[in-house]
């Protein structure tokens, strides 16, 4: 019975290890060539794996997979950002919500030293008109997320409704594209404008902050649907 356990407890080490080492392998694949551009195989192959069925044994479809890697770093991120909402209380200042949403993710990238695809990976995914509902679910699915976006829209300035949902699409645009631009030049040993990822979290903050507190230029405002003149997660 002890040797049944035993063997139990080392066949689970190994699946473990299987899959952290597919989801890695995943995870830069994606990051590097484009969800759609990468197979199965492929991924099994760069994790070592001589099965070929080896992603679909352990995780099943590729969106199931790209749900396990966002899923993979859900905790620490979320993690972050509890700590900084800690802090922040009912503050009335639109940076504080700003900084407490941009925070996070920068945060966790120096956390995981280089090089890193996260970001790079959470934009192809973003941008895929399929698998991005993944990540929009997922972020949803997280209370402290809800708490800094709902913040965030008690600070806004009044705005028309439609410049409202324009500079949310800007805001999202930075937040998703720009950590990915920085962590691709980094992994290519490109020069990046700032020394560390808190900086450029500074960095980003700022012209998020300035988006939404910028001028609008009287009559320039088109029309569009009022619904969407909220920020979203």
């Given amino acids: 019975m002890v040797n049944m356990a035993a063997g139990r407890a080392v066949r689970a080490e190994q699946v473990s290890a299987t899959r952290e080492l597919i989801l890695s ?15 199965n195989r492929q991924v099994s192959e760069a994790a070592g ?25 859900a905790d620490r991120v979320e993690e972050i ?4 909402l800690a802090g ?9 919500w700003v900084d407490c949403l941009v925070r996070p993710v920068p945060e966790h ?14 934009a192809q995914v973003m941008t895929d008109p399929v698998l991005h509902q993944i990540m929009v679910e ?15 829209n008690r600070c806004l300035p009044e705005l028309p409704a439609e410049v409202r949902a324009e500079r949310g699409d800007m805001a999202r645009h930075l937040l ?9 030049a980094l992994a290519e040993n490109r020069p990046v404008p700032r020394a560390s990822w808190h900086d ?6 700022d012209a998020i902050v300035g988006i939404w507190l910028a001028p609008v230029t009287p009559g320039k405002a088109g029309t569009g649907d009022p619904g969407e003149g909220r920020a979203r997660a």
């Fill in 88 to 96: 922040l209380g009912d503050s009335p200042d639109l940076r504080d």
């Fill in 25 to 39: 392998a995943a995870e830069r694949l994606f990051a590097e060539r484009g969800v759609n551009s990468v197979s």
């Fill in 200 to 205: 450029y979290a500074t960095g980003l903050a």
């Fill in 138 to 152: 997922e972020s949803l699915a997280s209370p402290s997320l809800r708490r800094i976006v709902d913040g965030l």
């Fill in 49 to 73: 794996q001589g099965n070929n069925a080896a992603v679909g044994y352990h995780f099943g479809t590729k969106a199931d997979l790209v749900r396990a890697i966002a899923r993979k770093h």
């Fill in 109 to 122: 990238l120096a956390a995981l030293g280089g090089p890193t695809w996260f970001a790079r990976f959470c």
């Fill in 176 to 184: 998703i594209h720009l950590p990915a631009e920085r962590e691709r």
């Fill in 81 to 84: 950002r509890v700590r900084l």
